[in-house]
C-alpha cells in the first residue's frame, strides 16, 4: 500500500467516525448524541415541551368536559408502596408540645420518585449531559439543581389520552418485556376512535402492570414491565406531545430493547425532546370507564432544585 492510498483510507475512516452519533460509537448505553439536546425554544428554556401548553391548548381541553366526573389517577403513598432498589416513603406524624393531644404535623423521609410523580427534565440525560444541552457537572449540586428544577413546570392542563393496549390485545395485562410499537399506537388508536395525538396532549399508556400489586406480586412487579419502545418514543416526541406516562414504576419498556441500553425512552423524550414522564399511574380506573380522551390536571410541587415532583394527576369528563 502506497502513502496516497494510506492517506485516502485514513481520511475516509476520520470522515466516517466525524459524521456518526457520538454516543453510540463510544457507549452502547446512549441511544441519542449529546450534541442533539439544544431546545427549539431558545438557549434559556427550562421548560421544554411544556412550551406547547398556550391558553388554547387549555381552551380546548376544557370543551372535553361533558359530565364533570373527576378521577384520581394517583396511587397512595405509603411504606407499603412500590418502589426500587434504595428507594423508600417513611411518614411520620408528631404531636407539638402543650397542645393536649389536639394537633397532628407530618414528616416525611421519602424519594420522590416513589408512588405517582412526574419525571422533571434533569432526571435522565445522556453521557453527563441534560436538556438544552445543559452539562451535569454544571447543574448538579446535592443542595438542588441550579437549573432544569422541577420548579419551571407549569401546571399540566391539557387534553388527555389513553391507549389502552392491553385490551388490543385482547388481555387484563400485557407482558413483561412487551415493547409497544408505533403500529401499537395507530392500532389503538383506530379502534378507540381517536383520529390523532395533538401538539400539546398527554399520552398514557394503559398495560394492566399493577394488576400483579393486585395478586400480591409486588417483587415480580419491580422485576420488569411492558411500556412504549424506542420507535414510539420517537413517534409520539414527533407528535408533539407535552407528557407520556404509564401504569408502570419506570414507563418505558424493561427489560430494554437491547443488551447495555440505560433508560432509552427517558433519554428520548426528557433529555432530547424535553417531554415529561408520568409514572405509576392508575390506568385502570381510566379503563374501566372507556375513557379515551379528557382533561387532564397534573401540577407539580415547586420543589426548587428538584429533577421530579409527586403529582396527583385528575381526568375530567
Given at each position: 500500500?502506497?502513502?496516497?492510498?494510506?492517506?485516502?483510507?485514513?481520511?475516509?475512516?476520520?470522515?466516517?467516525?466525524?459524521?456518526?452519533?457520538?454516543?453510540?460509537?463510544?457507549?452502547?448505553?446512549?441511544?441519542?448524541?449529546?450534541?442533539?439536546?439544544?431546545?427549539?425554544?431558545?438557549?434559556?428554556?427550562?421548560?421544554?415541551?411544556?412550551?406547547?401548553?398556550?391558553?388554547d391548548?387549555?381552551?380546548?381541553?376544557?370543551?372535553?368536559?361533558?359530565?364533570?366526573?373527576?378521577?384520581?389517577l394517583?396511587?397512595?403513598?405509603?411504606?407499603?408502596?412500590?418502589?426500587?432498589?434504595?428507594?423508600?416513603?417513611?411518614?411520620?406524624?408528631?404531636?407539638?408540645?402543650?397542645?393536649?393531644?389536639?394537633?397532628?404535623?407530618?414528616?416525611?423521609?421519602?424519594?420522590?420518585?416513589?408512588?405517582?410523580?412526574?419525571?422533571?427534565?434533569?432526571?435522565?440525560?445522556?453521557?453527563?449531559?441534560?436538556f438544552?444541552?445543559?452539562?451535569?457537572?454544571?447543574?448538579?449540586?446535592?443542595?438542588?439543581?441550579?437549573?432544569?428544577?422541577?420548579?419551571?413546570?407549569?401546571?399540566?392542563?391539557?387534553?388527555?389520552?389513553?391507549?389502552?393496549?392491553?385490551?388490543?390485545?385482547?388481555?387484563?395485562?400485557?407482558?413483561?418485556g412487551f415493547?409497544?410499537?408505533?403500529?401499537?399506537?395507530?392500532?389503538?388508536?383506530?379502534?378507540?376512535?381517536?383520529?390523532?395525538?395533538?401538539?400539546?396532549?398527554?399520552?398514557?399508556?394503559?398495560?394492566?402492570?399493577?394488576?400483579?400489586l393486585?395478586?400480591?406480586q409486588?417483587?415480580?412487579?419491580?422485576?420488569?414491565?411492558?411500556?412504549?419502545?424506542?420507535?414510539?418514543?420517537?413517534?409520539?416526541?414527533?407528535?408533539?406531545?407535552?407528557?407520556?406516562?404509564?401504569?408502570?414504576?419506570?414507563?418505558?419498556?424493561?427489560?430494554?430493547?437491547?443488551?447495555?441500553?440505560?433508560?432509552?425512552?427517558?433519554q428520548?423524550?426528557?433529555?432530547?425532546?424535553?417531554?415529561?414522564?408520568?409514572?405509576?399511574?392508575?390506568?385502570?380506573?381510566?379503563?374501566?370507564?372507556?375513557?379515551?380522551?379528557?382533561l387532564?390536571?397534573?401540577?407539580?410541587?415547586?420543589?426548587?432544585?428538584?429533577?421530579?415532583?409527586?403529582?396527583?394527576?385528575?381526568?375530567?369528563?
Amino acid at each position: 500500500m502506497n502513502r496516497s492510498t494510506a492517506r485516502r483510507i485514513v481520511a475516509l475512516l476520520a470522515a466516517t467516525l466525524a459524521n456518526a452519533p457520538a454516543a453510540a460509537q463510544t457507549d452502547p448505553r446512549w441511544v441519542v448524541d449529546p450534541a442533539s439536546l439544544a431546545s427549539p425554544y431558545g438557549d434559556d428554556d427550562q421548560r421544554g415541551s411544556a412550551n406547547r401548553l398556550v391558553p388554547d391548548t387549555v381552551q380546548a381541553a376544557l370543551a372535553l368536559v361533558q359530565t364533570g366526573e373527576t378521577v384520581s389517577l394517583a396511587v397512595p403513598l405509603s411504606r407499603d408502596t412500590p418502589a426500587y432498589g434504595w428507594r423508600r416513603f417513611d411518614l411520620i406524624v408528631s404531636q407539638n408540645e402543650g397542645t393536649a393531644h389536639s394537633n397532628n404535623e407530618d414528616v416525611v423521609i421519602a424519594s420522590i420518585n416513589t408512588g405517582t410523580q412526574i419525571d422533571g427534565l434533569a432526571h435522565m440525560g445522556v453521557d453527563g449531559h441534560f436538556f438544552n444541552g445543559r452539562r451535569g457537572a454544571d447543574i448538579q449540586a446535592v443542595s438542588g439543581l441550579r437549573e432544569l428544577g422541577i420548579e419551571n413546570v407549569p401546571p399540566i392542563v391539557t387534553r388527555g389520552v389513553l391507549l389502552d393496549i392491553a385490551a388490543l390485545k385482547g388481555v387484563d395485562r400485557v407482558d413483561i418485556g412487551f415493547a409497544i410499537s408505533v403500529a401499537d399506537i395507530q392500532a389503538a388508536m383506530a379502534r378507540q376512535g381517536l383520529a390523532s395525538i395533538k401538539p400539546g396532549d398527554v399520552v398514557l399508556f394503559h398495560t394492566g402492570h399493577r394488576r400483579l400489586l393486585d395478586d400480591g406480586q409486588r417483587a415480580r412487579f419491580l422485576s420488569g414491565q411492558p411500556g412504549p419502545g424506542i420507535a414510539a418514543a420517537r413517534w409520539l416526541a414527533a407528535q408533539g406531545v407535552v407528557a407520556v406516562g404509564g401504569d408502570s414504576g419506570s414507563l418505558e419498556v424493561m427489560p430494554f430493547e437491547h443488551d447495555g441500553m440505560l433508560f432509552p425512552v427517558h433519554q428520548i423524550l426528557l433529555a432530547q425532546h424535553g417531554v415529561y414522564l408520568l409514572e405509576n399511574v392508575a390506568t385502570e380506573r381510566l379503563a374501566a370507564r372507556g375513557w379515551s380522551e379528557f382533561l387532564f390536571i397534573a401540577t407539580p410541587l415547586p420543589i426548587v432544585g428538584a429533577s421530579s415532583s409527586w403529582i396527583n394527576p385528575v381526568a375530567i369528563r
